[in-house]
């Protein structure tokens, strides 16, 4: 065998459909008989449903059902659960189609089934609903306050759950001895992901078998099955076959179950005929989970070494109108747990209240909880050093987690398995040439020209996750992942793994570590996944967990196959199995290799077992169900350069660098685009998106007309390096890379343009920087620069 | 529903005849009622490109036309410039270079790319970006975009273009 696979840059085997226009998306595909969906959504943030009139839409040509919230109660479809669970808190019921009253703009409230989508959609218009408004709420501080409307019956105080993490006590006792101390009021603006291709979900019911088949756009298939078969409509798993095809990004917002699927699969049993819905953009932005919006309280102690000492945050997370699948774990575990960040801090208070509003439900969105973390963790340092008058990267090294302190425990329950910070900050300063950038800057800024440096160090918390842990923390769902590596006689090799590939090339990258394991060529190993009907039980890719764990189980798999393989050859070969030796591609016994077995050898024989030893099962394939030791911890440094024109207030982004440290790379090209891609939506969120709801509930941003993502023109080429520091309990020693880009540039770019900003003493502004935001900000400043008089 | 009407399209370099609503829009036209399923659609108000088609040897956004106003006229679609053993340059550059990631944006981004070559065969990163700032993607961060473009004029201009892969 030649040099391994693992670490090459190889192309992606799954690319030659996506460039020749032959993908197999699920809003592609078309059968026989397919019926369209289309749903009467609500236009009020609040309303009681006193009536639908649904006559009308009935009778039109082409129209097969219209169907209301109450008849799916009636046929026994229960409501959509959420996975995650916190002592004392509230779960109103979240119905596929509301029966009694719509809770934000976008809740459905009857579906339309006709013969085309058009027909469907005309439809829709003619349903006639009696809406009564109600009193909306839509900002998370608000909900909270006394006599705020209550979305739910069941929560009158809108308040969802309360958790905190940390000693608060231990935690203000070194605030009241603290040398200094910061404080700032921050808004985490929140997000509409966007991935490119709009949901989509296509069901057909096969009458005899009584079974249904749903292809839809998900992250994760065996959840999606799970919820709707065991929770929502009753129905034995089994029964139930869910295919994710190519699904064009996800980024968190398709790991949830939503309404749409359930309704399809209700109506294509009712009818008997397949049915299909996709969303129209707009759809997807008042129904997709959104991500962020928390309103935070954050402090910040040192010590007189400059030594932080403790931090206290208290962080109203707003839940949106209904809890969709992760939701109470994004602001909690995924938030509070990441406060430590890369620095050594006694103690942590983190208190979490989340409520409910009427604005679209808000879940895990790429980097989920730990870029709120981080951003919050990041802007405290950048003002403390200020306060202090000190570089910020040298207040950072001053207080970084040295390499001899792993395992770290942190305050805040995490133990860090391994890390090296300072190697990483170093290199990205060197990169980018600190010191004389800081020279420039200070040149520029006589001129009247406002350069910003915003450096970040970053750790997060990914490769979700042990399940007894995450289990003890309210999870309702194993975090393992499973593999099955299945060797055909003509050794073919067939992986069906658990994890979910939607942009992350893992039919690429799993096949180069499986033909690494097996020696074989990598064309001989095709991967497959994103269908309940091949698949072993798996729970999917999020959390950054698909190399962690989906490849950790692929690994463990591969090494049974190997195991087996050396006990076949030796039996071929009469020689005891602890001889045989597996190298170049072949079984030998040591020493032996003229008369070495080649895997196809093995492979034939393991069918035929012909000539086969007496205690061996034939067959060759083996199953790995994977569940991790601890969380991995990616870490790194990144820089963002910004200019901001104080005349318009625009922010361009000059340059940007980051060093990762994700451990040994499968794919450096598939693990930098990664990096590239979670910069680009980092930038987005602390630049140009917004999701801006009006006091009535109406999303003001609900198109790509007004939410803007960034383009082609607002980003440069990323300069980045790494370095690689293994994690020490998976097999390859590797760690997510899928969100570290995203948990780490918001909070680079935030820190740039507010170091761009400080001649004009101003401490902080919360995102995004739009120009009018930025150029009122230096409008109503205090501090008038010299070279701007 | 309006009466449908006939329109006359060739697409691909083959013409057809079909009745269609006056409302249809070329990208729905496209799509289902030829099944040439590669154009997207990402977006309804124009923005995200993931409809882009050449009409008349010009990039447009499919999602922006109906049916009707294609009448005569000449589509190429992802499907019409390159398959697989005869790819087109800039399907090549996307492959070479690690241009595309889930690949729902990529067909209109290389019809985009196209059409900016066309007209400018040594566009400069920052004509690239200019040129491609109608086209959405949510995964690359456009960094190995503009690297699959610049892949692709070299190719174009004759030069031995060196891919990002080990593999080459």
């Known amino acids: 065998m030649a040099d391994k696979l693992m670490g090459k840059a190889m192309k992606r085997v799954e690319d030659p459909r996506f460039i020749t226009g032959t993908g197999n998306y699920t809003d592609d595909m ?23 009139d649904t006559s009308k839409a009935k009778a039109m040509p082409g129209v097969l059902a219209v169907i209301t919230g109450q008849e799916m109660l ?11 669970l916190h002592a004392g808190i509230k779960t109103p019921p979240h119905y596929a189609i509301t029966p009694d009253k719509a809770r934000h703009v976008g809740d459905i409230v009857a579906a339309i089934i006709a013969e085309t989508r058009q027909i469907a959609e005309d439809a829709a218009e003619q349903v006639v609903v009696d809406y009564e408004p109600l009193p909306a709420v839509v900002l998370g501080s608000k909900a909270l306050e006394r006599g705020a409307p209550a979305v739910h019956a069941e929560a009158e105080d809108n308040v969802c759950f309360t958790w905190s993490i940390g000693d ?39 009458k005899a078998a009584d079974e249904y088949t749903l292809h839809t756009t998900s992250q994760n298939p065996h959840i999606h099955r799970l919820l709707i078969a065991a929770f929502i409509m009753g129905i034995p798993e089994h029964k139930l076959r869910v295919i994710a095809p190519d699904v064009g990004g996800g980024f968190g917002s398709k790991i949830y179950q939503y309404p749409e699927e359930v309704i399809v699969l209700y109506a294509a049993k009712k009818l008997n005929r397949p049915v299909k819905w996709a969303a129209r953009r707009s759809e997807s932005f008042v129904t997709d989970s959104h991500g962020r919006d928390h309103e935070t309280v954050a402090e910040m102690a040192v010590d007189a070494n400059h030594k932080i000492t403790a931090l206290r945050v208290d962080t109203i ?57 981080t951003y919050l963790l990041e802007r405290l340092v950048d003002v403390m050093a200020a306060e202090l008058g000190e570089d910020p990267t040298e207040f950072r090294r001053k207080n970084f987690i040295q390499p001899s302190e792993f395992p770290y425990q942190t305050p805040v329950a995490l133990q860090y398995d391994s890390g090296n910070y300072e190697p990483a900050m170093d290199k990205a300063l060197e990169m980018v040439g600190y010191k004389e950038l800081r020279r420039q800057q200070e040149e ?39 593999a099955l590596v299945r060797v055909m006689p003509t050794g073919a090799v067939e992986v069906f793994t658990g994890s979910h590939s939607h942009g992350q090339g893992h039919e690429t990258a799993f096949a180069q570590v499986v033909a690494d394991e097996l020696q074989v060529p990598m064309e001989s ?66 020493g032996v290799p003229d008369k070495a077995k080649s895997f196809f050898d093995v492979a034939l024989m393991a069918h035929l077992a012909h000539n086969y030893p007496a205690d061996l099962e034939p067959g ?62 980092g930038y987005g969120q602390a630049v140009l998106e917004d999701a801006v709801y009006d006091d009535e509930g109406q999303l003001l941003t609900g198109n790509f007309l007004e939410y803007t993502l960034p383009r082609a023109d607002d980003m440069v080429q990323i300069e980045h390096d790494h370095t690689v520091t293994p994690s020490p309990h998976n097999p390859l020693g590797v760690k997510g890379i899928g969100e570290a880009g995203t948990i780490a540039s918001t909070a680079a770019v935030a820190n740039a343009v507010l170091d761009a900003l400080r001649p004009f003493g101003i401490q902080h502004l919360d995102m995004p920087y739009t120009p009018e935001k930025v150029w009122r900000a230096i409008q109503g400043a205090k501090k008038v620069p010299q070279a701007a008089d | 529903m309006a009466e449908k009407v006939t329109v006359n399209i060739s697409v691909n370099g083959e013409q057809h005849t079909s009745e269609v609503e006056p409302r249809l829009l070329l990208v729905h036209y ?28 010009q990039a447009v956004k499919s999602c922006t036309i109906f049916a009707v106003q294609a009448e005569g006229s000449k589509i190429t679609t992802i499907e019409g410039i390159g398959g697989i053993g005869n790819l087109n340059p800039v399907q090549e550059g996307f492959w070479e270079m690690h241009g595309l990631q889930c690949g729902f944006c990529t067909p209109g981004m290389i019809m985009a790319a196209t059409d900016l070559l066309s007209r400018n065969p040594n566009p400069s990163e920052a004509e690239i970006r200019h040129s491609l700032e109608g086209n959405y993607c949510r995964c690359t961060g456009y960094h190995n975009i503009v690297r699959a473009v610049q892949y692709a004029a070299d190719k174009m201009a004759g030069k031995n273009p060196v891919g990002a892969a080990a593999d080459d």
């Open chain 1, 30 to 52: 078309s059968v026989h008989g397919m019926l369209h969906a289309a749903m009467v959504r609500s236009p009020y943030a609040h309303a009681k449903i006193n009536s639908i």
């Open chain 1, 74 to 84: 009636d046929a026994g479809i229960k409501g959509i659960p959420t996975g995650w």
């Open chain 1, 168 to 206: 608060k006590a231990e935690t203000d006792a070194l605030f009241n001895q603290a040398y200094k101390t910061v404080k700032l009021n921050i808004r985490n603006n929140r997000l509409v992901p966007n991935a490119m291709e709009p949901r989509a979900s296509l069901a057909q019911y096969a």
């Open chain 1, 317 to 373: 997370a707003n839940m949106g109108a209904y809890l969709t699948t992760f939701a109470p774990a994004v602001p909690t575990y995924l938030y509070g747990t990441l406060l430590t960040g890369t620095y050594k801090t006694q103690k942590i208070y983190c208190h979490v209240t989340a409520p409910f509003t009427n604005t679209v439900p808000v879940d895990a969105y790429r980097g989920a909880g730990r870029p709120e973390a």
């Open chain 1, 444 to 482: 520029g800024r006589q001129q009247g020209k406002y350069m910003g440096i915003g450096v970040i160090t970053f750790l997060e918390a990914c490769g979700l996750a042990p399940s007894a842990l995450v289990g003890s923390l309210g999870a309702q769902a194993g975090q393992w992942e499973s």
């Open chain 1, 525 to 590: 190993v095709t991967l497959v996944h994103g269908d309940t009907g091949r698949m072993p039980y798996g729970w999917g890719s999020y959390g950054s967990r698909s190399a962690p764990v989906g490849l950790s189980a692929i690994v463990m798999a591969s090494r049974k196959i190997v195991d087996k393989s050396k006990k076949i050859a030796a039996h071929l070969l009469e020689a005891a199995p602890e001889d045989i030796v597996h190298e170049d591609g072949k079984y030998m016994v040591k």
């Open chain 1, 620 to 681: 060759l394939e083996a199953t790995h169900f994977y569940d991790p030791k601890n969380f991995v911890f990616p870490f790194g440094t990144h820089i963002a350069v910004v200019d901001v024109d104080p005349d318009t207030g625009k922010v361009a982004l000059r340059r940007y660098l980051s060093v990762d440290d994700c451990g040994p790379i499968v794919n450096p090209l598939i693990a930098d685009g990664q990096i590239h891609g979670g910069i680009a939506q």
């Open chain 2, 30 to 57: 496209l799509r289902e009622t030829l099944g040439l399923t590669g154009t997207h659609v990402g977006c309804d108000t124009s923005q995200c490109g993931a409809c882009t088609v050449h009409m008349d040897g």
